[in-house]
């Protein structure tokens, strides 16, 4: 699978492009929102980010990402062509307590949202997944994997996340755009299936390009 083109070609929607849905990349800080819409956009992505500066590293906790160096301030953005017609806009959200008065607005027109969960950090979790449910916006939930993540049964991770049975929950590897795009699929096919239309989920891919 081809990583984000870099040429002007790309930005052009497809011809086969039928329904075009706002989706939120959301999560806590540094669990991969960037590198998610990064992985998988058709488009070169907008990024916001700035360089984190020792005024925010005291409001910024760094556990278990230490090694970031800058942080969204506002939103990314990208865009991914499925199967069927369906096109996702893909808004990732900051993940601080201090952006949180972008949320209402980020998050206007949205049909749902991607959570990513670092399992090194889960309770770091707990804010954006009560925003998303708070915004009454359907949600997957992917576990993006690093290399020193804890196990967890699935079970174990439901009942820490306190999930639906119904939310979908899948592993990802963010700085992987097969991995990015199954969880993204997943999503859809709940949305679709929420809205009555779990035919169309099937075989629920990214688009030949």
Known sequence: MASAPSSSSGLHLPDSARELVKILVAGPFGVGK?????????????????????????VDDLAGVRDKTTTTVAIDFGR???????????????GQERFRSLWAEIAYGALGALVLVDTRRIDDSFE????????????????????DSRQYTEEQ???????????????CDARDAHASVDALSSLVQHLLIRAGRGGAAAGMRRAPR
């Open 34 to 58: 960037t590198t998610l819409i990064d992985s998988v956009s058709e488009i070169r992505p907008l990024h916001t980010e700035e360089q984190l500066s020792e005024a925010s590293v005291a």
């Open 80 to 94: 991914i062509s499925l199967n069927g017609g369906i096109v996702l806009y893909l808004f990732g959200t900051p």
């Open 128 to 147: 954006v997944l009560g925003l998303v449910e708070d915004a009454g916006l359907p949600y997957a939930v992917a576990l993006n994997t690093f290399p």
């Open 157 to 171: 991770l439901r009942t820490s996340l306190d999930l639906d049975p119904g939310t979908p929950m899948i592993a």
